[in-house]
């Protein structure tokens, strides 16, 4: 007879993992012939800890959200607390409860001027979703339903729902089932050190936005509803716009009565070092879709931050938004925001990322840069990339089969430190409590990872 492993041991929660569990974006061979999950179980500040008792330094913040750290207490209280007060109700039918009225006032005050008003979901997904049905029937009641476009860029993340995932540009996601739906149309993404040749990074930034220009005009402009973008990109690899990008953007976008959506889902609640990505970049957004370090990950929630304008055109029609979720501004969840939010206010998170950790995580990186494999650092505040090149003079790739990324990632998580590999770029997005010696080590851990692989490879 073959003896089952005990429960809640590695082994027993593996093998339930992979008998029991679909994961996300995973290809289960693959998981399996690594070995299975690795099983996190718990965390303090930037450092997780596995179940085989391997601590290892989260420079990704979990999945781009865990923007205080890990083991806050007063985070806790606040859900435990809310939980024991009022653990739900609901904000239809013309009620509301105290948390989510009192996250919508801090949000009008911590967001670009004229975004006064705040659509909650739990995910950035949802949010993006909410924007799309909110953005089409603010058109339609200005007399304009066939302004129904959207536009948006090859490379962009912007959630995994059917609406979300077709406003991203990511083609394997519309591979899976035949998207994108009808009305979202997709333009280059500027991304100079992969797509800029010969041009200087002005002048593809330029070249960029004017694709934007280019596809409103082939479509007609009283057919676009609306631009959507993610200041920095996350997902996509931490791409940094050149600085003429934005500025030409919001131009196109003012010309064209073609609303500017910023995605902050990743760039908001401190990581560039300013409140919102569209602040570091100088954005002047219609509608802010925003998620992940509103609550710092400790519970899911997100928020449309919406245009005066907007708001008054869609709430003062005389008719329902028809469009809301069970969770729309759950209570505890906002408690939580709130608490998070207070949190990185009397710590000073902001200024501390903008000031001092930022430019020392940017600083110690580009040291990299001389590093055989290393292209490029890209990055600002706590969000980084480092893409990994074959030949740096001309900026040209490693083959796909080298997996050059791939192997990256899995060093990393040999010496113990997370990094995510997207394509060949190796991005980080540590939470903002990081110290100045725990970047020594996480900067250390990583140049020992490009060093292994580079040796892999035979490029050391
Ligand atoms: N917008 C942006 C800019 C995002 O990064 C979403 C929307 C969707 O949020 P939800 O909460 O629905 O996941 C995201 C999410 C990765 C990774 O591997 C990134 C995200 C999600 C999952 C994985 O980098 N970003």
């Not at 330094?57 to 209280?77: I, P």
């Not at 889902?265 to 219609?286: A, E, M, N, Y």
Request: hydrophobic share 40%.
């Amino acid at each position: 007879m073959t003896s089952q492993p005990a429960r809640n041991t590695t082994t027993w929660w593996r093998e339930a993992d992979r008998r029991h569990h679909l994961h996300p974006f995973t290809d289960a061979k693959e998981l399996a012939e690594a070995g299975g999950s690795r099983i996190i179980t718990k965390a303090e500040g930037v450092w997780l800890e596995d179940s085989e008792g391997n601590r290892m330094l989260d420079g990704m913040a979990g999945l781009w959200c865990v923007n205080v750290g890990y083991g806050h207490k007063e985070l806790a209280e606040a859900a435990y607390n809310q939980m024991l007060e009022l653990p739900y109700y609901n904000t239809f039918f013309k009620t509301s409860t105290p948390p989510p009225i009192e996250l919508a006032e801090k949000l009008a005050e911590l967001t670009p001027e004229g975004l006064n008003h705040a659509f909650y979901a739990t995910s950035g997904s949802e949010a993006n979703d909410t924007i799309a049905r909110l953005v089409r029937r603010y058109w339609a009641i200005k007399g304009q339903p066939e302004k129904r476009c959207f536009i948006s860029r090859d490379n962009a993340y912007h959630g995994s729902t059917m609406a979300a995932a077709s406003l991203g540009g990511m083609k394997a996601m519309h591979e899976l089932d035949g998207l994108p739906l009808p009305g979202f149309e997709h333009v280059m993404q500027p991304y100079w050190y992969k797509e800029g040749g010969d041009l200087s990074p002005e002048d593809f930034g330029l070249k960029a936005a004017r694709a934007v220009e280019e596809k409103i005009l082939e479509l007609g402009a009283d057919t676009v509803a609306a631009f959507i973008g993610e200041p920095i990109q996350g997902a996509g690899g931490v791409i940094v716009p050149p600085a003429s990008y934005w500025p030409e953007i919001q131009r196109i976008c003012g010309k064209y009565d073609v609303l500017l959506v910023a995605d902050e889902v990743i760039c908001g609640f401190g990581r560039t070092g300013h409140w919102f990505g569209s602040q570091c970049l100088d954005i002047k957004p219609d509608l802010m879709p925003m998620a992940k370090g509103i609550t710092s990950g400790y519970l899911p929630l997100s928020a449309v931050m919406v245009g005066d304008e907007i708001a008054d055109t869609l709430y003062g029609a005389g008719a329902e938004f028809s469009h809301g979720f069970t969770y729309s501004g759950h209570p505890v969840s906002c408690a939580v925001a709130l608490a998070n939010i207070a949190l990185m206010e009397r710590e000073g998170l902001v200024e501390k990322v903008h000031e001092e950790t930022g430019p020392y995580l940017q600083a110690r990186l580009r040291e990299l840069a001389s590093h055989p494999l290393v292209g490029e650092v890209r990055g600002v505040g706590l969000i980084a990339g480092i893409e990994l090149v074959e030949d740096k003079s001309t900026r040209r790739s490693y083959a796909a089969e080298t997996a050059v990324g791939v192997r990256c990632r899995e060093n990393c998580v040999r010496n113990l430190v997370i990094s995510r590999a997207v394509g060949d770029s190796m991005v980080l997005s540590p939470p903002l409590i990081i110290s100045k010696a725990e970047i020594d080590e996480l900067v250390s851990r990583l140049q020992k990872s490009l060093d292994d692989t580079a040796r892999e490879i035979g490029a050391l």
